[in-house]
């Protein structure tokens, strides 16, 4: 009986928890994304503003999480075939993840931008994976706290990349 009632608790506990959004904060889809920092693998840093007039994505994983160990190589040739019509993704490692020296073989392979620090609304991530997708004028277009497959990215990025960049976007 008291099994149950525990199981029953944190069940309920674990629907509380999806339910919530990704992040608190400014983050709302069809709003103008914060701005933010992230501080790349390589120490250099990017500032999103920086990148109008490119589709962004921002995912944000953990080495111990497993949906994530099958999106990331998801998500990197999905960019080497998108990269020339506007893309830029940013894989973005989460505390508990091994230190950031023992990934850089794992990104020497990948296409995409491994950032190992944000600033901002987007540090208070507390699901992995977590995914925002930023248009070319800087709205957020998709936030959640779920893996993509190969279905989702073409429904929510290819019209996306279709779109002209706004006028005077630089897109670094």
Same mark, same amino acid.
């Given at each position: 009986?008291?099994?149950? @009632? ?19 904060? =400014?983050?709302?889809?069809? /709003?103008?994304?914060?701005? *933010? !920092? ?7 840093? %990017?500032?999103?503003?920086? &990148? #109008?007039?490119?589709?962004? &994505?921002?995912?944000?994983?953990? *080495? ?6 099958? !999106?990331?190589?998801?998500?990197? /040739?999905?960019?080497? @075939?998108? !990269?020339?019509?506007?893309? @830029? %993704?940013?894989?973005?490692?989460? !505390?508990?993840?091994? +230190?950031?020296?023992?990934?850089? +073989? ?11 620090? %944000? ?6 991530? #507390? ?8 248009? =070319?004028?800087?709205?957020? @277009? ?21 779109? $002209?960049? +706004? $006028? ?5």
């Amino acid at each position: 009986m008291m099994i149950t @009632r525990w199981w029953n608790v944190m069940m309920a506990a674990a629907l509380l928890w999806t339910a919530t959004p990704a992040t608190a904060g =400014r983050i709302v889809v069809g /709003q103008p994304a914060p701005d *933010t !920092e992230l501080t790349l693998l390589d120490g250099s840093k %990017v500032a999103l503003s920086s &990148l #109008r007039g490119r589709v962004v &994505l921002l995912n944000f994983w953990a *080495t111990w999480c497993v949906p994530c160990r099958v !999106e990331l190589p998801l998500l990197d /040739q999905y960019y080497r @075939r998108t !990269e020339k019509h506007g893309l @830029r %993704v940013f894989a973005i490692t989460t !505390e508990g993840s091994v +230190p950031a020296y023992r990934m850089k +073989p794992l990104f020497a392979a990948l296409a995409i931008t491994p950032a190992k620090r %944000v600033k901002g609304e987007y540090a208070n991530v #507390r699901a992995v994976p977590t995914n925002y997708i930023i248009d =070319r004028a800087g709205i957020v @277009r998709y936030a959640a706290a779920r893996a993509f497959d190969l279905d989702d990215l073409n429904r929510l990025l290819i019209p996306l990349l279709k779109e $002209a960049p +706004p $006028a005077g976007a630089t897109g670094g």
